[in-house]
């Protein structure tokens, strides 16, 4: 989870920036790492710097900050991207690291982890605000389902909300994640398995049998669940 922001504002930046799809993990060598600004060059989002680890120079890109030359950083993951042309700065760099994070002190894991998991709490309960689907007739919520699982176990549900993530063929189904606004027991989204197909940001309706607790193996486990649904 901790790339997934990284990859996210990546995936922006080459939409609107980049001719270019060709980007590789940082090495695990690299990954606390100390530089030296020796060059900084800001748009209008984001802040390039030409950074020095020993001997070796190379070029970060981090969303826009006020970073200085001389100064001492750190960071703690990227991505690199090759041939990656900035229009904004009319230049191409052979290869750049995206880093979702720098700092002027050490980044520790605990401080690190801690900031991940407030940035995706954040994100989620920002895309749980957009989110506002009422249930179909004769159907019920994503919060109605979590505080009552036990009343509806076993079960057929019909559930109407939007596409928020979908994993295709696992184990012979699609995965599929809804959210439609409510929330219960700490969790706002809710897993449906099914051989329809369909897209992130649809609003669909799904029917099918809840299951609690199921475990599928290979470190699927679900403590709340829809089987066999189809798209109504």
Same mark, same amino acid.
């Given at each position: 989870?901790?790339?997934?922001?990284?990859?996210?504002?990546?995936?922006?930046?080459?939409?609107?920036?980049?001719?270019?799809?060709?980007?590789?993990?940082?090495?695990?060598?690299?990954?606390?790492?100390?530089?030296?600004?020796?060059?900084?060059?800001?748009?209008?989002?984001?802040?390039?710097?030409?950074?020095?680890?020993?001997?070796?120079?190379?070029?970060?890109?981090?969303?826009?900050?006020?970073?200085?030359?001389?100064?001492?950083?750190?960071?703690?993951?990227?991505?690199?991207?090759?041939?990656?042309?900035?229009?904004?700065?009319?230049?191409?760099?052979?290869?750049?690291?995206?880093?979702?994070?720098?700092?002027?002190?050490?980044?520790?894991?605990?401080?690190?982890?801690?900031?991940?998991?407030?940035?995706?709490?954040?994100?989620?309960?920002?895309?749980?605000?957009?989110?506002?689907?009422?249930?179909?007739?004769?159907?019920?919520?994503?919060?109605?389902?979590?505080?009552?699982?036990?009343?509806?176990?076993?079960?057929?549900?019909?559930?109407?909300?939007?596409?928020?993530?979908?994993?295709?063929?696992?184990?012979?189904?699609?995965? /599929?994640?809804? !959210? @439609?606004?409510?929330? %219960?027991?700490?969790?706002?989204?809710?897993?449906?398995?099914? +051989?329809? *197909? &369909? $897209?992130?940001?649809?609003?669909?309706?799904?029917?099918? /049998?809840?299951? !609690? @607790?199921?475990?599928? %193996?290979?470190?699927?486990?679900?403590?709340?669940?829809?089987? +066999?649904? *189809? &798209? $109504?």
């Amino acid at each position: 989870m901790r790339i997934t922001l990284l990859i996210v504002s990546i995936t922006l930046l080459m939409s609107c920036e980049s001719k270019k799809k060709d980007y590789a993990p940082l090495s695990k060598e690299m990954a606390q790492n100390e530089v030296v600004v020796n060059e900084v060059l800001q748009t209008g989002g984001y802040t390039y710097v030409l950074v020095q680890q020993s001997n070796q120079e190379f070029w970060l890109a981090v969303s826009k900050t006020d970073v200085e030359v001389g100064e001492k950083l750190y960071f703690s993951e990227a991505m690199e991207m090759k041939d990656f042309e900035s229009k904004e700065l009319n230049r191409v760099f052979e290869s750049i690291f995206f880093v979702d994070q720098i700092s002027r002190e050490p980044i520790s894991a605990e401080t690190k982890k801690a900031e991940v998991s407030a940035k995706r709490q954040e994100g989620i309960q920002k895309l749980l605000d957009s989110i506002k689907i009422s249930p179909v007739e004769g159907g019920y919520s994503i919060g109605e389902l979590y505080k009552n699982a036990e009343k509806y176990n076993q079960q057929t549900v019909k559930v109407r909300g939007q596409v928020v993530k979908v994993n295709l063929d696992i184990m012979d189904r699609n995965w /599929v994640h809804l !959210m @439609d606004g409510t929330k %219960g027991e700490n969790r706002s989204d809710l897993t449906f398995t099914t +051989n329809d *197909v &369909v $897209k992130v940001g649809d609003t669909i309706t799904f029917e099918g /049998v809840l299951a !609690m @607790d199921r475990e599928f %193996g290979a470190g699927y486990v679900y403590p709340l669940i829809v089987e +066999n649904a *189809v &798209v $109504k």
